[in-house]
C-alpha cells in the first residue's frame, strides 16, 4: 500500500497540483478535489493554524449556531426611509432571524418577511452582516452589526434602497470573505449544494490547493526528496507574486476583468494573477488624484516613497504575517517593529520624548498610515497604506505617469511580471472599458474601437457578437441587433443580458409576444431579478394577456414583498376582474 501511495503522489506532482488523488489514496473527506481543507493542515501546522484561526481572515464566516449566538448581539431593530416600513433581527430557539413588515394606516400589518440567517460574514473588527438562503440562491440580509456604535443598522448598498431579501451574493464578493465557495459563475446568487466547502478564509487561499502535500507529507516524500513544490510558500516566491495573492481581494481597481472561460476560484496561488484576472485602473490626474483607498491597497502602497526607495522589494507581507493578527493594544509597537527593519530610530523627525508621550506611544503605523472613515460602509475605518511623510505629503509624479505606450488609457495593476509593456487581449480590454462607460464616458470612442478590430478578429466569439448586438441596438439598427444576439445565445452558455437585450431588440421591431418567452427564459436564468419581472408584466399588459400579467404580479409579489407600487398594482387587477 505504502509503494502504491508513493506511485501516487509522484503522479500528483508530475502535473503540477492538478491532477486528482484516487479514492483509494487517502482517506480525507475531500477525496475527488484537490483541496484538503485547513483542518488537514492543522495536524502539522497547529501552532500557525491556531494563530490564523484568530485573525480576522480566519474568522472571516461562520455558520449561525447557539453557541455563536451567544457572543452575539442578537436584537435590534431599524426604521425605513419609508416610516411605515421596519426591519428587526431577532434570535429564538438557537436560531438567528431577520424580519422586515409594514404597517397600514390602521395600524394593521400589510406583509411580514421572515428569513432565517445561516452565516454571518466578518470577523467583527467593523461588524459584520448575515446571509440568507432561498432555494439555490444566497442573499444579503437588510441588516448588519456595525462596532463602533454597537447596534444594528442598514448593510452596506441598503442605504440606496430596499432590497429586502434579495439583494444576490455575487462570485466576485464571496470569494474574498469565504474559504471555499461553490458559487455558479454567472448564477447571480445562485450556489451549488452545499454553498461552501470551506467557511472562512484558509490555509489553501495563500498556499494554494493541499491535498498532493498532505498526501506527500503522510507518505514521507519531503525526506527523500526536499521541499515539496506542491504547496506555495509566498515568502519564497517573488515581490510581484506574492502581492497577487493579497490583490485577489485587497486590490479593487476600476475594472476586474476575468479572462474567457476562468472564474475567481481558478486562480492559483504562486501563478500570476493576471492569468485569471486582469485589475485596470483610470490613470488619475493632478487635478483629480486618487481619492479612494477602499480595497486599493496595493496601489496605494505602490506609491509611498518605502515601496519606490526599496526597488518594489516591498510587499505585503514585509509588514502583514497573515498567520498572526496582533491585538489593539499590541499594534502600534508590532509595526513600529516591521518598520524598523528599514529605519532606524532617528529616522523620525519628531523628538522620541515627544513620541513616546502620544497615545498610544511610539505608533509609526498611527502617524504615517493613519486610519480614516469609510464613505461607503457605515462606522467603518481603513488604514492608508501610502505611509505618508507627513499629513499633507502630495502625490508623487510617478502616480500620474503609470501608463504604456502599448496602453496609453489604463493602468493595468497586475501585468504578468516580465510582461509589463504588452496590452492585455483585446477581450479584455473590451469588457473593461465597457465596465468603466457609465461613470467614464470618454472611454465609449476607445471601446467601439476594440469592439471594431474584434468584429475583424474574433467574429465568432459569443461576447463580442454580444457586444455587437448592444450597439446595433442603441444605434436603432435592431434587426442586426437580433441577429446578433442570437448568435450568441446560440454559441454559449447564455447570459441573462443577452436575453434582456434580445427582448428589447424585438419590442422594438413590433415583436412583443417573441419577447416575452425571451423574457421567460432571462428570469429562468436569474429568477430573484426584480427589474426582469417587471418588465416581463409591462410586456403581458401591452399584448393585453391580462390573466397571464396578473399571474406575474402575484409572483412578483410573493418575491418582493416590499414593493408597495407593485402590490397596489395587483389589488386594482384582482379588483377589476372581480364580477360586478
Known amino acids: 500500500m505504502v509503494v502504491f501511495l508513493i506511485s501516487v503522489v509522484w503522479a500528483i506532482h508530475a502535473h503540477a497540483r492538478h491532477t486528482r488523488v484516487p479514492a483509494s489514496a487517502t482517506q480525507l473527506q475531500t477525496v475527488g478535489s484537490e483541496y484538503a481543507g485547513s483542518e488537514a493542515c492543522a495536524q502539522c501546522h497547529k501552532e500557525i493554524y491556531t494563530q490564523f484561526s ?12 447557539p453557541a455563536l449566538l451567544k457572543t452575539l448581539h442578537a436584537s435590534g431593530s431599524v426604521e425605513d426611509k419609508n416610516p411605515n416600513l421596519r426591519l428587526e433581527v431577532y434570535a429564538r430557539d438557537g436560531k438567528l432571524y431577520q424580519t422586515q413588515y409594514e404597517t397600514g394606516g390602521d395600524g394593521k400589518e400589510v406583509f411580514r418577511d421572515t428569513r432565517e440567517v445561516e452565516w454571518i460574514v466578518g470577523a467583527g473588527e467593523n461588524g459584520f452582516g448575515g446571509l440568507v438562503k432561498r432555494d439555490d440562491y444566497l442573499f444579503q440580509a437588510p441588516l448588519s452589526f456595525y462596532s463602533k456604535p454597537q447596534s444594528w443598522g442598514l448593510s452596506p448598498g441598503y442605504e440606496f434602497g430596499n432590497y429586502g431579501f434579495n439583494r444576490p451574493i455575487l462570485p466576485g464578493c464571496i470569494f474574498c470573505h469565504s474559504g471555499r465557495p461553490n458559487a455558479v459563475p454567472d448564477g447571480n446568487g445562485r450556489f451549488e449544494n452545499p454553498p461552501f466547502s470551506e467557511l472562512a478564509i484558509g490555509c489553501e487561499n495563500c498556499h494554494g ?11 514521507g516524500f519531503e525526506n527523500h526528496q526536499g521541499h515539496d513544490p506542491s504547496i506555495i510558500n509566498p515568502a519564497q516566491l517573488t515581490p510581484a507574486l506574492a ?41 488619475p490626474k493632478r487635478d483629480s488624484p486618487p481619492q479612494s483607498d477602499l480595497l486599493e491597497h496595493y496601489y496605494s502602497m505602490t506609491l509611498s516613497k518605502c515601496y519606490r526607495a526599496s526597488g ?19 499594534a502600534p509597537a508590532y509595526f513600529a517593529k516591521k518598520c524598523l ?16 508621550h502620544q497615545q498610544p506611544p511610539d505608533d509609526c503605523a498611527g502617524c504615517h498610515m493613519p486610519k480614516r472613515d469609510v464613505r461607503e460602509i457605515s462606522h467603518s475605518s481603513i488604514t492608508n497604506h501610502r505611509i505618508l511623510s507627513r499629513p499633507d505629503e502630495p502625490f508623487p509624479d510617478v502616480a500620474f505617469q503609470q501608463t504604456t505606450p502599448a496602453l496609453p488609457d489604463l493602468i493595468h495593476l497586475n501585468p504578468v511580471p516580465g510582461r509589463e509593456n504588452t496590452p492585455p487581449p483585446a477581450l479584455t480590454l473590451l469588457q473593461a472599458y465597457g465596465e468603466l462607460l457609465e461613470k467614464h464616458p470618454e472611454y465609449v470612442e476607445r471601446y467601439f474601437a476594440v469592439l471594431g478590430q474584434l468584429e475583424r478578429t474574433q467574429p465568432g ?35 441573462t443580458v443577452f436575453y434582456t437585450d434580445l427582448a428589447e431588440a424585438l419590442v422594438k421591431l413590433g415583436r412583443d409576444a417573441e419577447a416575452v418567452p425571451v423574457l421567460r427564459k432571462a428570469i429562468d436564468l436569474d429568477p430573484f431579478n426584480s427589474v426582469l419581472q417587471r418588465t416581463l408584466i409591462v410586456r403581458l399588459i401591452q399584448l ?20 408597495s407600487f407593485m402590490r397596489q398594482m395587483l389589488a386594482r387587477a384582482r379588483t377589476a376582474g372581480q364580477p360586478k
Open 243 to 283: 502581492d497577487n495573492i493579497c490583490m485577489s481581494c485587497h486590490q479593487t481597481g476600476d475594472a476586474r476583468v476575468l479572462k474567457p472561460g476562468k472564474d475567481y476560484t481558478d486562480f492559483r496561488p504562486g501563478t500570476p494573477l493576471d492569468n485569471t484576472l486582469s485589475i485596470l485602473m483610470v490613470p
Open 461 to 495: 466569439n459569443p461576447l463580442v457578437q454580444a457586444a455587437l448586438g448592444n450597439r446595433d441596438l442603441q444605434a436603432g439598427r435592431y434587426q442586426d441587433a437580433v441577429t446578433h444576439l442570437q448568435r450568441a445565445l446560440d454559441a454559449v452558455p447564455p447570459k
Open 54 to 65: 484568530r485573525t480576522g481572515m480566519g474568522r472571516s464566516m461562520s455558520r449561525v449556531t
Open 312 to 330: 518594489r522589494g516591498l510587499s505585503c507581507i514585509s509588514c502583514h504575517d497573515p498567520h498572526v493578527e496582533p491585538s489593539r493594544a499590541e
Open 544 to 563: 393585453k394577456d391580462y390573466k397571464s400579467a396578473e399571474a406575474a404580479m402575484e409572483s412578483y409579489v410573493e418575491r418582493f414583498p416590499q414593493d
Open 209 to 219: 490547493p493541499g491535498l498532493s502535500h498532505v498526501v506527500a507529507m503522510q507518505t
Open 341 to 356: 527593519a528599514c529605519h532606524a530610530e532617528k529616522s523620525c523627525k519628531l523628538p522620541l520624548e515627544v513620541r513616546e
